[in-house]
């Protein structure tokens, strides 16, 4: 009788465990999964600032840094997203942030664009000339449909990279109209200027001239001849 009650006891035991259990696993089963297959695209200014958000991660705090160069198909686009950044980068007010008229003086003496490629040496030559001590350099090309902005953060003193991340940008008519060239200036027209008339040269002989023509005549006093072209006179 013992034996049977026994049983039983842990038959209800065994059963009452199954049963809360039950809702953990479907629970479980039922969890959001990370989809880390997607590419999450964003438009140029939200990719902008989550840039600049992660650049100040990066840095110390009050510590100088300059925007060197952005990498891109179209210097319209690389200027908008230099200029963007260090907005951002000026705003926190916890860094010293380089102005585009501090590096247009080392950019004419390193003759590169802004938009152009530049590599870490040079990066790294251009933050020593500024006095930073960090700087960023960037890229935005094609990446399939869509495009791709790299930065980069390199340290000037040990020529370091501390940080580098790639961001999607979706196509947009932002984009595409940053990436569009800029229209050329219309020419001013020519306006055709008539040649001045030139004047046939006159030849003043003096005193008596005879001209033979079948008769001899004489002409007394001045007389004026329009000499030919060519003639020398």
Known sequence: ????????????????????????????????????????????????????????????????????????????????????IVMHLVNTETFFVIERSELGAVQREKKYQLSGEVSDE??????????????????ILPFGSDYSLRLKIIDVKTAQIIGTRIFTIRTDTVLLSLLRPPPLEPKPAVVAVPEPKKETPQTVIMGDVNITNNNTTTIHGDVYINAPKGSGR
């Open 1 to 84: 009788m013992q034996l049977v009650l026994l049983f039983f006891s842990l038959t209800v035991l065994l059963s009452g465990c199954a049963s809360q259990s039950a809702p953990q696993y479907q629970a479980a089963a039922n969890a959001p999964t990370a989809n880390y297959g997607q590419v999450q695209t964003s438009n140029l200014d939200s990719v902008i600032r989550e840039g600049s958000d992660y650049i100040t991660g990066k840095l110390p705090l009050r510590s100088r840094i300059g925007v060197v160069n952005m990498n891109s198909p179209s210097a319209n686009l690389s200027n908008y997203v230099i200029d963007g």
């Open 122 to 139: 040079t990066a790294v030559s251009i933050g020593k000339q500024l006095g930073t001590q960090m700087i960023v350099t960037g890229s």
